[in-house]
T-cell receptor, first 115, second 113 residues
Framework: KAGVTQTPRYLIKTRGQQVTLSCSPI?????VSWYQQTPGQGLQFLFE???????NKGNFPGRFSGRQFSNSRSEMNVSTLELGDSALYLC??????????????FGSGTRLTVV | QKEVEQNSGPLSVPEGAIASLNCTYS??????FFWYRQYSGKSPELIMS????GDKEDGRFTAQLNKASQYVSLLIRDSQPSDSATYLC?????????????FGTGTQLKVEL
């Protein structure tokens, strides 16, 4: 059974550019959540999607956006990149949203560096 | 109060000892509790989940839950150097927008030979 697949694994972007990250959940999982991980802040919640609907959104500026497709694959987009956006972006898939008490399985992450 | 709180450590224990990791949470309505292990440079891996008050054992790992005290812990028996990692506590916390699985900042565990 394939795990959670995130692409790309590494990205280097320049300030002001935009970036799109992709996540394919485990087959049969309909919930996808995104987290930003930095050494100082730990895992910070970005969004949760379930059946193509955004269920919840974290405290991030509007430059961060996401969506989920009918096959449960998800993308997140960051526009007008800032140096502080440099982080590991993790996608997690689950059978159901956070309210349904299923555990999450994480992908390997996308390491974004903004220069 | 932080929504999910853990001591950052590092917690150092000798090989073969019991490591005890603790976590408190803010939402009295939370019904599920998770422990993740994260090795340096890797993504978090789910190792334990617990839903009812009391203890849940899985091999060398025991999760303990006390909802009245809003406290969950993870015990690792017969600690091995391979257990050296950061352990993250995760709890669904109800916010204005709905539930979000919220992580503590993690406790770094070092098992010494």
């Amino acid at each position: 059974k394939a795990g959670v697949t995130q692409t790309p694994r590494y990205l280097i972007k320049t300030r002001g550019q935009q970036v799109t990250l992709s996540c394919s959940p485990i087959s049969g999982h309909r919930s996808v959540s995104w987290y930003q991980q930095t050494p100082g802040q730990g895992l910070q919640f970005l969004f949760e999607y379930f059946s193509e609907t955004q269920r919840n959104k974290g405290n991030f500026p509007g430059r961060f956006s996401g969506r989920q497709f009918s096959n449960s694959r998800s993308e997140m987009n960051v526009s007008t990149l800032e140096l502080g956006d440099s982080a590991l972006y993790l996608c997690a898939s689950s059978l159901g949203p956070a309210s349904t008490n299923y555990g999450y399985t994480f992908g390997s992450g996308t390491r974004l560096t903004v220069v | 109060q932080k929504e999910v709180e853990q001591n950052s450590g590092p917690l150092s224990v000798p090989e073969g000892a019991i490591a005890s990791l603790n976590c408190t949470y803010s939402d009295r309505g939370s019904q599920s509790f998770f422990w993740y292990r994260q090795y340096s440079g890797k993504s978090p891996e789910l190792i334990m989940s617990i839903y009812s008050n009391g203890d849940k054992e899985d091999g060398r790992f025991t999760a303990q839950l006390n909802k009245a005290s809003q406290y969950v812990s993870l015990l690792i028996r017969d600690s091995q150097p391979s257990d050296s990692a950061t352990y993250l506590c995760a709890v669904p916390i109800l916010t204005g927008g709905g539930n979000k699985l919220t992580f503590g900042t993690g406790t770094q565990l070092k098992v010494e030979l």
